[in-house]
């Protein structure tokens, strides 16, 4: 088991794995993410804090970051969701969700004082009724829409 497991081993009884951000079968499933902006780039999260979940059969990633917008506000967001296996994304996004936020209390020494979010762009996903919907399933509701027509969740 790598040190960044050992320190989070009560995750390991669930689907999902704590990887490094360069671990290649996590980089592998954002290079086919449509928000990747530089495919096959050696890391693809953010600076900030940060947790990668891999699920164990490598055909799941999530990723959180905490950091701060342009504009200088702090944000803590679900960045990375990709799902190309079996299991339901609502699933998956409410374990992840879980162990995001256990994660954090234990790692970080306590949760950011500000939501945990995430955005979907309905252009860039599969057509479908209500885009997010494995989120809403999942508990995270829906709270706006941007300028650029992003919907924005927030997890429960």
């Not at 970080?108 to 479908?128: F, M, N, S």
Request: net charge positive.
């Amino acid at each position: 088991m790598s040190a960044i497991n050992e320190s989070f081993a009560f995750a390991l009884d669930r689907r999902w794995r704590v990887v490094s951000p360069t671990h290649p079968a996590a980089r592998a499933l954002a290079d086919r993410h449509y928000s990747r902006q530089t495919v096959g780039a050696t890391e693809f999260m953010g600076n900030g804090r940060k947790l990668v979940l891999l699920t164990e059969d490598h055909k799941a990633l999530w990723g959180a970051i905490e950091n701060l917008d342009p504009r200088g506000g702090l944000h803590w967001r679900n960045n990375w969701f990709r799902n190309e296996g079996t299991f339901l994304s609502s699933d998956l996004i409410r374990e992840a969700t879980d162990v995001t936020y256990a994660y954090w209390e234990r790692h970080y020494g306590g949760r950011p004082r500000v939501p945990l979010t995430t955005e979907v762009d309905p252009k860039k996903t599969r057509r479908k009724r209500d885009p997010g919907r494995c989120f809403t399933r999942a508990g995270w509701r829906r709270v706006r829409v941007t300028r650029d027509g992003l919907i924005v969740f927030q997890a429960p």
